[in-house]
């Protein structure tokens, strides 16, 4: 089993930055990509970010492409989220996954991750 724990959600103004951290626990021998979702207020949850970990390829939704950085530190098992340029739109509990089965996989999809965060909650303000 892999404990995933996040952090650095808060309220922020448009234009502002956050830093969201996520650090994974138990097996972490077997993580394969760690990635970042997102659900707003009444909608479905949707794909924001991946790393692959091994060689750190990064995977972006287009709406976020150029304002988010997600990186990695592998000694720490802990994956990042840096948010800039922030949007009301961007308001959503954030989520970190964890995929931790081999195969071909293109991150995009919560199907291919096999363990979750609780959420960490992002409020953008116009």
């Given at each position: 089993q892999v404990q995933l724990v996040e952090s650095?959600?808060?309220s922020v103004q448009a234009g502002g930055s956050l830093r969201l951290s996520c650090t994974a626990s138990g097996r972490t021998f077997s993580i394969y990509a760690m990635g970042w979702f997102r659900q707003a207020a009444g909608k479905e949850r949707e794909f924001v970010a991946a790393i692959n970990w091994s060689s750190s390829r990064t995977y972006y939704a287009d709406s976020?492409?150029?304002?988010?950085?997600?990186?990695r530190d592998h000694a720490k098992n802990t994956v990042y989220l840096q948010l800039n340029s922030l949007k009301p739109e961007d308001t959503a509990v954030y989520y970190c996954a964890l995929v931790g089965s081999i195969g071909i996989k293109t991150y995009l999809f919560e199907a291919e991750y096999d363990y979750w965060g609780q959420g960490t909650q992002?409020?953008?303000s116009s």
């Open positions: 650095g959600g808060g976020v492409k150029g304002r988010f950085t997600i990186s992002v409020t953008v």
